[in-house]
Nanobody, 115 residues
Framework: QVQLVESGGGLVQPGGSLRLSCVAS????????MAWFRQAPGKQRELVVT???????DYVDSVKGRFTISRDNGKKTVYLQMNDLKPEDTAVYYC?????????WGQGTQVTVSS
């Protein structure tokens, strides 16, 4: 059974930082494209960043220079370091693992940026 379990969300003030984690089980993690998506209230789910097995990354423009994705294949974990958070980063953040037709999602973790 495939599971992706996110953690690390919470309430943070503008300018603050959070690190999200996503632990995978039931997949050959190292060969999967890992990604973080987010969905703000009333908006469509948005791709934030992807990381290929090779380590290549692709960020949405709005988070470039502030967010960093990384992965630890030995721990089957992908991270999202988020710095200089803004109110518009408020959303539920979802971990995604994709390999050809296999597409798996975590349950999401809430990130709220507010003073």
């Amino acid at each position: 059974q495939v599971q992706l379990v996110e953690s690390g969300g919470g309430l943070v003030q503008p300018g603050g930082s959070l690190r999200l984690s996503c632990v995978a089980s039931g997949i050959s993690f190292s060969v999967y494209i890992m990604a973080w998506f987010r969905q703000a209230p009333g908006k469509q789910r948005e791709l934030v960043v992807t990381m290929a097995p090779s380590g290549n990354t692709d960020y949405v423009d709005s988070v470039k220079g502030r967010f960093t994705i990384s992965r630890d294949n030995g721990k089957k974990t992908v991270y999202l370091q988020m710095n200089d958070l803004k109110p518009e980063d408020t959303a539920v953040y979802y971990c995604n693992a994709r390999l050809r037709a296999n597409d798996h999602w975590g349950q999401g973790t809430q990130v709220t940026v507010s003073s």
